[in-house]
Protein backbone atom coordinates (compact mmCIF):
# COMPACT_ATOMS: atom_id res chain seq x y z
CA UNK A 1 0.00 0.00 0.00
CA UNK A 2 1.27 3.41 -0.63
CA UNK A 3 2.78 5.71 2.10
CA UNK A 4 0.58 8.08 3.23
CA UNK A 5 2.33 11.74 1.83
CA UNK A 6 0.85 15.18 3.08
CA UNK A 7 1.06 17.54 -0.37
CA UNK A 8 1.35 17.14 -3.88
CA UNK A 9 5.25 17.46 -4.00
CA UNK A 10 5.95 14.54 -1.80
CA UNK A 11 3.65 12.68 -4.19
CA UNK A 12 5.42 13.86 -7.24
CA UNK A 13 8.53 12.80 -5.61
CA UNK A 14 7.44 9.17 -4.91
CA UNK A 15 6.67 9.01 -8.06
CA UNK A 16 9.43 10.01 -10.33
CA UNK A 17 12.47 8.69 -8.05
CA UNK A 18 10.51 5.48 -8.23
CA UNK A 19 10.67 5.52 -12.48
CA UNK A 20 13.13 3.23 -14.26
CA UNK A 21 12.97 6.04 -17.58
CA UNK A 22 15.22 8.77 -17.54
CA UNK A 23 14.42 11.43 -20.16
CA UNK A 24 17.56 13.50 -21.35
CA UNK A 25 17.87 17.11 -20.47
CA UNK A 26 17.69 17.93 -24.27
CA UNK A 27 15.39 15.65 -25.63
CA UNK A 28 13.21 19.04 -27.14
CA UNK A 29 15.63 20.65 -28.83
CA UNK A 30 16.66 17.08 -30.58
CA UNK A 31 12.72 16.92 -31.68
CA UNK A 32 12.95 20.39 -32.95
CA UNK A 33 16.08 20.18 -35.00
CA UNK A 34 14.26 16.70 -36.12
CA UNK A 35 11.56 18.43 -37.38
CA UNK A 36 13.36 21.35 -38.78
CA UNK A 37 15.73 19.37 -40.71
CA UNK A 38 11.75 16.90 -41.91
CA UNK A 39 10.83 20.28 -43.70
CA UNK A 40 12.86 18.84 -46.62
CA UNK A 41 11.22 15.86 -46.52
CA UNK A 42 8.14 17.39 -46.52
CA UNK A 43 7.11 18.90 -43.55
CA UNK A 44 5.54 22.12 -43.49
CA UNK A 45 6.52 25.41 -41.33
CA UNK A 46 2.61 24.83 -39.35
CA UNK A 47 3.70 21.63 -38.53
CA UNK A 48 6.73 22.66 -36.56
CA UNK A 49 4.80 25.39 -34.93
CA UNK A 50 2.31 22.78 -33.72
CA UNK A 51 5.07 21.08 -32.50
CA UNK A 52 6.29 23.77 -30.35
CA UNK A 53 2.62 24.37 -29.14
CA UNK A 54 2.44 20.98 -28.06
CA UNK A 55 5.87 21.83 -26.05
CA UNK A 56 3.85 23.99 -23.70
CA UNK A 57 0.68 22.36 -23.45
CA UNK A 58 2.05 18.34 -22.44
CA UNK A 59 3.64 19.81 -18.79
CA UNK A 60 -0.12 21.16 -18.71
CA UNK A 61 -2.24 18.11 -19.40
CA UNK A 62 0.42 15.95 -16.86
CA UNK A 63 -0.75 17.84 -13.74
CA UNK A 64 -4.37 17.75 -15.03
CA UNK A 65 -3.90 14.12 -14.79
CA UNK A 66 -1.76 13.78 -12.11
CA UNK A 67 -3.73 16.16 -8.87
CA UNK A 68 -7.11 13.79 -9.34
CA UNK A 69 -5.12 11.05 -9.06
CA UNK A 70 -3.10 12.29 -5.89
CA UNK A 71 -6.62 12.63 -3.80
CA UNK A 72 -8.15 9.51 -5.28
CA UNK A 73 -4.72 8.26 -3.54
CA UNK A 74 -5.24 9.88 -0.38
CA UNK A 75 -9.12 8.97 0.24
CA UNK A 76 -7.82 5.62 -0.15
CA UNK A 77 -5.29 5.39 2.42
CA UNK A 78 -7.58 7.85 4.63
CA UNK A 79 -10.85 5.40 4.61
CA UNK A 80 -8.48 3.42 6.74
CA UNK A 81 -10.39 3.69 10.01
CA UNK A 82 -8.79 2.10 12.96
CA UNK A 83 -10.97 -1.06 14.63
CA UNK A 84 -11.53 -1.27 18.50
CA UNK A 85 -9.83 -4.21 20.41
CA UNK A 86 -11.46 -4.27 24.04
CA UNK A 87 -10.68 -5.88 27.61
CA UNK A 88 -13.51 -5.14 29.56
CA UNK A 89 -15.70 -6.01 33.11
CA UNK A 90 -18.57 -4.19 31.76
CA UNK A 91 -19.79 -3.42 27.69
CA UNK A 92 -19.73 0.01 27.04
CA UNK A 93 -22.98 1.68 25.37
CA UNK A 94 -22.63 4.42 23.23
CA UNK A 95 -24.53 7.23 22.19
CA UNK A 96 -23.37 10.21 19.30
CA UNK A 97 -24.91 12.56 16.90
CA UNK A 98 -24.27 13.43 13.37
CA UNK A 99 -21.14 15.48 12.51
CA UNK A 100 -20.04 14.50 16.13
CA UNK A 101 -16.47 13.02 16.36
CA UNK A 102 -17.07 11.71 20.40
CA UNK A 103 -17.81 8.46 21.41
CA UNK A 104 -19.71 8.74 25.14
CA UNK A 105 -19.65 5.93 27.94
CA UNK A 106 -22.28 5.31 29.97
CA UNK A 107 -20.70 2.34 32.11
CA UNK A 108 -17.30 1.79 33.91
CA UNK A 109 -14.81 -0.25 31.62
CA UNK A 110 -11.30 -1.00 30.54
CA UNK A 111 -11.06 -0.15 26.49
CA UNK A 112 -8.28 -0.06 24.72
CA UNK A 113 -8.68 1.05 21.31
CA UNK A 114 -5.78 0.29 18.23
CA UNK A 115 -5.05 -0.38 14.96
CA UNK A 116 -2.92 -3.18 15.53
CA UNK A 117 0.40 -0.90 15.84
CA UNK A 118 -0.86 2.27 17.46
CA UNK A 119 -2.69 2.38 21.14
CA UNK A 120 -5.13 5.82 20.58
CA UNK A 121 -6.33 5.54 23.95
CA UNK A 122 -6.86 3.30 26.91
CA UNK A 123 -9.11 3.03 30.18
CA UNK A 124 -12.69 4.07 29.73
CA UNK A 125 -14.33 5.18 32.61
CA UNK A 126 -17.93 6.18 33.58
CA UNK A 127 -19.15 9.68 32.07
CA UNK A 128 -15.62 10.20 29.66
CA UNK A 129 -15.38 10.73 26.08
CA UNK A 130 -13.91 8.67 24.01
CA UNK A 131 -12.25 10.22 20.61
CA UNK A 132 -12.04 8.36 17.15
CA UNK A 133 -8.73 8.95 15.42
CA UNK A 134 -7.17 8.13 11.97
CA UNK A 135 -2.80 7.11 12.95
CA UNK A 136 -1.90 10.09 12.69
CA UNK A 137 -4.05 11.45 15.10
CA UNK A 138 -6.46 13.25 12.99
CA UNK A 139 -9.98 13.09 14.52
CA UNK A 140 -12.42 11.70 12.62
CA UNK A 141 -15.79 12.80 12.75
CA UNK A 142 -18.23 9.89 13.63
CA UNK A 143 -21.64 10.23 10.99
CA UNK A 144 -23.44 7.32 12.03
CA UNK A 145 -23.55 4.45 15.20
CA UNK A 146 -25.36 1.72 15.17
CA UNK A 147 -25.39 -0.35 18.09
CA UNK A 148 -27.68 -3.96 18.91
CA UNK A 149 -30.43 -4.72 20.92
CA UNK A 150 -27.58 -4.98 23.65
CA UNK A 151 -26.80 -1.37 23.20
CA UNK A 152 -23.20 -3.07 21.59
CA UNK A 153 -21.43 -1.44 19.10
CA UNK A 154 -21.92 -2.93 16.00
CA UNK A 155 -20.21 -0.08 13.23
CA UNK A 156 -19.68 2.92 12.72
CA UNK A 157 -19.10 5.62 9.61
CA UNK A 158 -16.08 8.33 9.47
CA UNK A 159 -16.46 11.84 7.47
CA UNK A 160 -13.11 10.01 5.54
CA UNK A 161 -14.52 6.66 4.45
CA UNK A 162 -18.18 5.41 3.48
CA UNK A 163 -17.22 2.00 4.37
CA UNK A 164 -18.45 0.28 8.20
CA UNK A 165 -15.85 -0.94 10.42
CA UNK A 166 -17.09 -3.44 12.45
CA UNK A 167 -15.90 -3.22 16.46
CA UNK A 168 -15.66 -5.96 18.68
CA UNK A 169 -17.90 -5.97 21.66
CA UNK A 170 -18.38 -8.58 24.47
CA UNK A 171 -20.91 -9.53 26.57
CA UNK A 172 -21.88 -7.64 29.67
CA UNK A 173 -20.50 -8.56 32.88
CA UNK A 174 -21.10 -7.23 36.46
CA UNK A 175 -18.26 -7.61 39.44
CA UNK A 176 -19.32 -9.28 42.38
CA UNK A 177 -17.25 -9.57 45.55
CA UNK A 178 -17.46 -10.42 49.06
CA UNK A 179 -15.81 -8.35 51.78
CA UNK A 180 -15.28 -6.07 54.66
CA UNK A 181 -13.25 -4.44 57.02
CA UNK A 182 -13.05 -4.75 60.63
CA UNK A 183 -12.15 -1.74 63.04
CA UNK A 184 -9.49 -3.76 65.32
CA UNK A 185 -8.60 -7.93 64.67
CA UNK A 186 -6.82 -7.82 67.73
CA UNK A 187 -7.86 -7.05 71.26
CA UNK A 188 -7.99 -7.86 74.90
CA UNK A 189 -11.38 -8.97 76.82
CA UNK A 190 -14.38 -7.70 76.54
CA UNK A 191 -13.31 -6.83 73.10
CA UNK A 192 -15.78 -5.25 70.63
CA UNK A 193 -15.47 -5.41 67.50
CA UNK A 194 -17.29 -3.09 64.12
CA UNK A 195 -17.74 -4.84 60.79
CA UNK A 196 -17.87 -2.68 57.72
CA UNK A 197 -19.22 -4.57 54.59
CA UNK A 198 -17.63 -3.19 51.60
CA UNK A 199 -19.47 -6.25 48.86
CA UNK A 200 -20.09 -5.09 45.46
CA UNK A 201 -23.31 -6.14 44.10
CA UNK A 202 -24.28 -8.37 46.79
CA UNK A 203 -28.04 -8.14 49.15
CA UNK A 204 -28.09 -10.93 51.51
CA UNK A 205 -25.32 -11.54 54.17
CA UNK A 206 -24.56 -14.19 56.88
CA UNK A 207 -21.81 -13.41 59.51
CA UNK A 208 -20.67 -16.21 61.49
CA UNK A 209 -18.64 -14.64 64.41
CA UNK A 210 -16.74 -17.47 65.17
CA UNK A 211 -18.19 -17.36 69.01
CA UNK A 212 -21.17 -18.95 68.58
CA UNK A 213 -23.29 -15.63 67.48
CA UNK A 214 -24.39 -14.80 64.06
CA UNK A 215 -26.36 -11.91 62.02
CA UNK A 216 -28.03 -10.87 58.68
CA UNK A 217 -27.18 -7.25 59.22
CA UNK A 218 -24.94 -5.52 56.87
CA UNK A 219 -22.49 -3.84 59.43
CA UNK A 220 -22.79 -5.41 62.58
CA UNK A 221 -21.09 -5.57 66.31
CA UNK A 222 -19.75 -8.42 68.19
CA UNK A 223 -18.12 -8.46 71.99
CA UNK A 224 -15.59 -11.27 72.52
CA UNK A 225 -15.85 -12.20 76.46
CA UNK A 226 -13.07 -14.73 76.33
CA UNK A 227 -9.94 -15.41 75.19
CA UNK A 228 -9.05 -17.19 72.28
CA UNK A 229 -8.84 -17.01 68.10
CA UNK A 230 -11.71 -16.76 66.34
CA UNK A 231 -12.17 -17.06 62.75
CA UNK A 232 -15.03 -14.55 61.32
CA UNK A 233 -17.15 -15.40 57.98
CA UNK A 234 -19.34 -13.88 55.90
CA UNK A 235 -21.17 -15.65 53.21
CA UNK A 236 -22.92 -13.03 50.81
CA UNK A 237 -25.93 -13.44 47.76
CA UNK A 238 -27.10 -12.42 45.01
CA UNK A 239 -30.02 -14.63 43.79
CA UNK A 240 -28.20 -17.80 43.30
CA UNK A 241 -24.99 -16.65 43.55
CA UNK A 242 -22.91 -16.75 46.77
CA UNK A 243 -19.35 -15.49 48.02
CA UNK A 244 -17.54 -15.68 50.77
CA UNK A 245 -14.88 -13.76 52.95
CA UNK A 246 -13.30 -14.15 56.02
CA UNK A 247 -10.14 -12.66 58.48
CA UNK A 248 -9.45 -13.87 61.95
CA UNK A 249 -9.64 -12.07 65.39
CA UNK A 250 -7.44 -12.14 67.91
CA UNK A 251 -8.74 -11.80 72.18
CA UNK A 252 -6.28 -11.90 74.82
CA UNK A 253 -6.79 -12.22 78.13
CA UNK A 254 -7.32 -9.42 80.08
CA UNK A 255 -5.45 -8.69 83.66
CA UNK A 256 -7.32 -8.22 86.82
CA UNK A 257 -5.73 -5.50 89.19
CA UNK A 258 -5.90 -5.88 92.65
CA UNK A 259 -4.25 -4.51 96.00
CA UNK A 260 -4.80 -4.46 99.66
CA UNK A 261 -2.91 -2.15 102.35
CA UNK A 262 -0.98 -3.74 105.17
CA UNK A 263 -1.86 -0.93 107.72
CA UNK A 264 -5.59 -0.35 106.57
CA UNK A 265 -7.91 2.35 105.12
CA UNK A 266 -6.30 4.61 107.77
CA UNK A 267 -2.66 5.86 108.66
CA UNK A 268 -0.58 8.50 109.95
CA UNK A 269 1.39 11.48 108.69
CA UNK A 270 4.97 10.06 107.66
CA UNK A 271 3.76 6.19 108.72
CA UNK A 272 5.29 3.80 106.11
CA UNK A 273 2.49 2.05 104.74
CA UNK A 274 2.74 -1.17 102.91
CA UNK A 275 1.29 -2.02 99.58
CA UNK A 276 0.53 -5.69 99.21
CA UNK A 277 -0.34 -7.02 95.51
CA UNK A 278 -3.03 -9.25 94.80
CA UNK A 279 -3.20 -8.74 90.83
CA UNK A 280 -3.95 -11.16 88.39
CA UNK A 281 -1.85 -11.96 84.75
CA UNK A 282 -0.16 -8.54 85.59
CA UNK A 283 3.51 -7.71 83.98
CA UNK A 284 4.04 -4.70 84.63
CA UNK A 285 2.60 -1.89 87.53
CA UNK A 286 1.54 1.40 87.65
CA UNK A 287 1.05 3.86 91.21
CA UNK A 288 -0.30 5.99 92.05
CA UNK A 289 -0.54 7.92 95.66
CA UNK A 290 -3.14 10.78 95.29
CA UNK A 291 -0.41 12.75 97.03
CA UNK A 292 1.94 13.75 93.30
CA UNK A 293 3.99 10.57 93.74
CA UNK A 294 4.13 7.38 91.97
CA UNK A 295 5.66 4.08 92.08
CA UNK A 296 6.71 0.95 89.21
CA UNK A 297 7.50 -1.27 91.64
CA UNK A 298 5.14 -4.44 92.09
CA UNK A 299 4.73 -3.69 95.92
CA UNK A 300 5.56 -0.53 97.05
CA UNK A 301 6.06 1.64 100.28
CA UNK A 302 4.96 5.22 100.76
CA UNK A 303 5.36 7.81 103.61
CA UNK A 304 2.22 10.83 103.15
CA UNK A 305 3.80 14.13 104.58
CA UNK A 306 0.20 15.23 105.52
CA UNK A 307 -2.67 14.29 107.12
CA UNK A 308 -5.55 14.39 104.38
CA UNK A 309 -7.82 12.09 102.07
CA UNK A 310 -6.12 10.48 99.16
CA UNK A 311 -7.14 8.10 96.37
CA UNK A 312 -4.94 5.12 95.44
CA UNK A 313 -4.73 4.22 91.98
CA UNK A 314 -3.22 1.05 90.41
CA UNK A 315 -2.58 0.49 86.63
CA UNK A 316 -1.44 -2.96 85.27
CA UNK A 317 -0.73 -4.58 82.10
CA UNK A 318 -0.30 -8.00 81.00
CA UNK A 319 2.19 -9.39 78.61
CA UNK A 320 0.66 -8.58 75.42
CA UNK A 321 -0.33 -5.29 76.49
CA UNK A 322 -3.67 -5.89 77.72
CA UNK A 323 -4.60 -3.16 80.57
CA UNK A 324 -6.50 -2.98 84.01
CA UNK A 325 -7.14 -0.64 86.61
CA UNK A 326 -8.24 -0.25 90.21
CA UNK A 327 -9.02 3.37 92.95
CA UNK A 328 -9.22 2.35 96.56
CA UNK A 329 -11.35 5.85 97.11
CA UNK A 330 -11.35 7.72 100.34
CA UNK A 331 -7.43 6.85 101.78
CA UNK A 332 -7.43 8.85 105.33
CA UNK A 333 -4.35 10.02 106.55
CA UNK A 334 -3.79 11.55 109.88
CA UNK A 335 -1.45 13.37 111.46
CA UNK A 336 1.63 11.85 112.23
CA UNK A 337 1.96 9.28 114.82
CA UNK A 338 5.43 10.93 115.25
CA UNK A 339 4.47 14.56 115.44
CA UNK A 340 5.67 16.28 118.75
CA UNK A 341 3.94 19.21 119.69
CA UNK A 342 6.45 21.51 121.02
CA UNK A 343 5.27 25.22 122.51
CA UNK A 344 7.27 28.05 122.22
CA UNK A 345 6.49 30.50 125.22
CA UNK A 346 4.81 29.60 128.65
CA UNK A 347 3.80 31.65 132.02
CA UNK A 348 4.86 29.95 135.56
CA UNK A 349 2.87 29.83 138.51
CA UNK A 350 4.11 33.12 140.19
CA UNK A 351 2.88 31.72 143.64
CA UNK A 352 4.92 29.13 143.88
CA UNK A 353 6.14 25.67 141.87
CA UNK A 354 2.83 23.88 141.00
CA UNK A 355 2.28 20.18 140.20
CA UNK A 356 4.77 18.74 137.40
CA UNK A 357 2.42 16.40 136.17
CA UNK A 358 0.79 16.90 132.66
CA UNK A 359 -3.06 17.90 132.70
CA UNK A 360 -4.66 18.16 128.80
CA UNK A 361 -7.21 19.87 130.11
CA UNK A 362 -5.42 22.20 132.17
CA UNK A 363 -5.24 25.35 129.79
CA UNK A 364 -3.44 27.72 132.08
CA UNK A 365 -0.26 27.26 130.31
CA UNK A 366 1.90 27.46 132.91
CA UNK A 367 3.44 23.85 132.28
CA UNK A 368 6.22 23.66 129.75
CA UNK A 369 6.16 19.59 127.83
CA UNK A 370 6.29 17.76 124.71
CA UNK A 371 3.49 15.88 123.50
CA UNK A 372 3.62 12.80 121.61
CA UNK A 373 0.89 11.27 119.29
CA UNK A 374 1.63 7.97 120.85
CA UNK A 375 3.28 6.13 123.63
CA UNK A 376 6.91 6.71 123.80
CA UNK A 377 9.89 4.81 125.63
CA UNK A 378 13.37 5.95 126.99
CA UNK A 379 12.15 9.20 127.26
CA UNK A 380 14.82 12.03 128.61
CA UNK A 381 14.05 15.99 128.17
CA UNK A 382 16.49 18.07 129.45
CA UNK A 383 16.13 21.94 129.26
CA UNK A 384 18.94 24.64 130.29
CA UNK A 385 19.53 28.60 130.57
CA UNK A 386 21.55 31.10 128.86
CA UNK A 387 24.84 30.15 130.82
CA UNK A 388 24.30 26.53 130.36
CA UNK A 389 23.29 25.50 133.40
CA UNK A 390 20.96 22.43 133.12
CA UNK A 391 17.85 23.86 135.57
CA UNK A 392 15.74 20.29 134.29
CA UNK A 393 16.27 17.30 133.82
CA UNK A 394 13.20 14.34 133.35
CA UNK A 395 12.92 10.90 131.92
CA UNK A 396 9.01 10.95 132.21
CA UNK A 397 7.18 11.81 129.72
CA UNK A 398 3.80 12.52 131.96
CA UNK A 399 5.81 15.23 133.18
CA UNK A 400 6.48 18.80 132.51
CA UNK A 401 8.95 21.99 133.69
CA UNK A 402 6.92 24.54 136.07
CA UNK A 403 9.35 27.06 135.43
CA UNK A 404 11.39 26.41 138.90
CA UNK A 405 14.60 25.04 139.71
CA UNK A 406 15.38 24.05 143.27
CA UNK A 407 12.27 25.49 143.85
CA UNK A 408 13.34 28.77 142.85
CA UNK A 409 11.19 30.71 139.84
CA UNK A 410 13.99 31.36 137.64
CA UNK A 411 13.86 34.81 135.79
CA UNK A 412 12.17 35.61 132.20
CA UNK A 413 14.30 34.17 128.86
CA UNK A 414 14.89 31.98 126.71
CA UNK A 415 15.66 28.40 127.43
CA UNK A 416 16.84 25.97 125.35
CA UNK A 417 15.63 22.20 125.24
CA UNK A 418 16.28 18.80 123.77
CA UNK A 419 14.59 15.58 123.80
CA UNK A 420 15.49 11.83 122.66
CA UNK A 421 13.52 8.19 123.31
CA UNK A 422 11.97 5.64 121.19
CA UNK A 423 8.17 5.16 120.17
CA UNK A 424 6.68 1.84 120.92
CA UNK A 425 7.32 0.32 117.27
CA UNK A 426 10.86 1.00 118.22
CA UNK A 427 11.41 4.31 116.29
CA UNK A 428 14.03 6.84 117.87
CA UNK A 429 13.72 9.81 117.60
CA UNK A 430 15.53 13.22 118.82
CA UNK A 431 14.21 16.95 118.44
CA UNK A 432 15.12 20.04 119.97
CA UNK A 433 14.26 23.74 120.45
CA UNK A 434 13.73 26.62 122.43
CA UNK A 435 11.26 27.87 125.03
CA UNK A 436 10.47 31.75 126.44
CA UNK A 437 9.75 31.80 130.11
CA UNK A 438 7.44 34.54 130.81
CA UNK A 439 6.22 36.29 134.28
CA UNK A 440 3.02 36.89 133.72
CA UNK A 441 0.55 38.55 136.38
Request: glycine share 6%; proline share 3%.
Amino acid sequence: MMKNTNNIEELFKNTFENSTEKVPDNIWDKIENELESGLGNGLSGKTVKNTKLLRIILPIVILLVAIPSFFFLSGNFAGETPKIAENINETPKYNTADNNNEIKTETKSDVKVTDNNNVFFENIQEKKTVKISDKTGNSLKIIKIETSSKNEVKSFKSDSSSTENVINTSEETVNYSASFIVSENKGCVPFEVSFSNTSENLDTYHWDFGNGEISTDKNPKVVYDAEGKYTVKLIANAGEKSFTSGTEIIVNEAPVADFNIKQGNEVSAEELVNFTDFSENAKVYKWNFGDNDFSREKEPTHKYTGRGVYNIKLEVWSETGCKDSVVLYDFVVKSSKYKISKPTAFSPNLTGAGNEYIDYNNYNNDLFYLKFQTEVENFRLRIQDKQGIIVYDSQNSRKGWNGYYNNRLMPEGVYVWECSGNYIDGKQFYDFGSVTLLHLK
